[in-house]
């Protein structure tokens, strides 16, 4: 059963504009989230993550949001440029180390 | 090279053969797993390790052996290559033992039984 869910299997946005890529989860017991961008060809490579005691963390273009109430994160990518276009994986974890990835999402940012 | 490398990139073998999936990292990191990566699954646990000689087994373990007889190294063996084990796989590693920290992956062996 997949713990970690990912249910937008693609996403498009214009170049400039904002991305949101969205991530549920069902275990509570959930303190570690991370997301992952991956190019083809390539092993992932880790974006931002935050933790359970946070709302929110930011680096640059990204940030991510985190509800525990509704289980569910989210990243935003702003502006949104066509290098980014990727598939992009949420990752959580009860113990910061066995992750539980989803299934990930393919964003294509239009030119 | 510096990081985490895997070996071979690409590997094609039979139903019922035995094949090994070596993965090697140069930081010295405690942890290390392995993943494989399908179509509607994402990518799921197999097997993580959190120092030489210590292994325990991840979401989808069946049909799957590690050995961890040196820190550097992580070699996944299919003892018995079946269909339903063709997939890319991915090596990781993480350096905080029991911590909060990313984890680095390989560039991945897709792996196809015939």
């Known amino acids: 059963d997949q713990q970690v869910k990912q249910n937008s299997p693609s996403l498009s946005v214009q170049e400039g504009r904002i991305s949101i890529l969205n991530c549920d989860y069902t275990?509570?017991?959930?303190?570690?989230f991370l997301w992952y961008k991956k190019y083809p060809a390539e092993g992932p490579t880790f974006l931002i993550s935050?933790?359970?005691?946070?709302d929110k963390n930011e680096d640059g273009r990204f940030t991510v949001f985190l509800n525990k109430s509704a289980k569910h994160l989210s990243l935003h990518i702003v502006p949104s440029q066509p290098g980014d276009s990727a598939v992009y994986f949420c990752?959580?974890?009860?113990?910061?180390?066995?992750?539980?990835f989803g299934t990930g999402t393919s964003l294509t940012v239009i030119p | 090279d510096a990081g985490i490398t895997q070996s071979p990139r690409y590997k094609i073998t039979e139903t019922g053969r035995q094949v090994t999936l070596m993965c090697h990292q140069t930081w010295s990191h405690s942890y290390m797993f392995w993943y494989r990566q399908d179509l509607g699954h994402g990518l799921r646990l197999i097997y993580y390790?959190?120092?030489?000689?210590?292994?325990d087994k991840g979401e989808v373990p069946d049909g799957y052996v590690v050995s961890r007889s040196k820190t550097e190294n992580f070699p996944l063996t299919l003892e018995s290559a079946t269909r339903s084990q063709t997939s890319v796989y991915f090596c990781a590693s993480n350096s905080l033992s029991g911590g909060l920290d990313e984890q680095y992956f390989g560039p991945g062996t897709r792996l196809t039984v015939t």
């Open positions: 990752a959580a974890s009860p113990t910061g180390n066995q992750f539980y």
């Open positions: 935050i933790s359970s005691i946070k």
């Open positions: 390790s959190a120092a030489a000689d210590i292994t």
């Open positions: 275990n509570s017991m959930f303190d570690y």
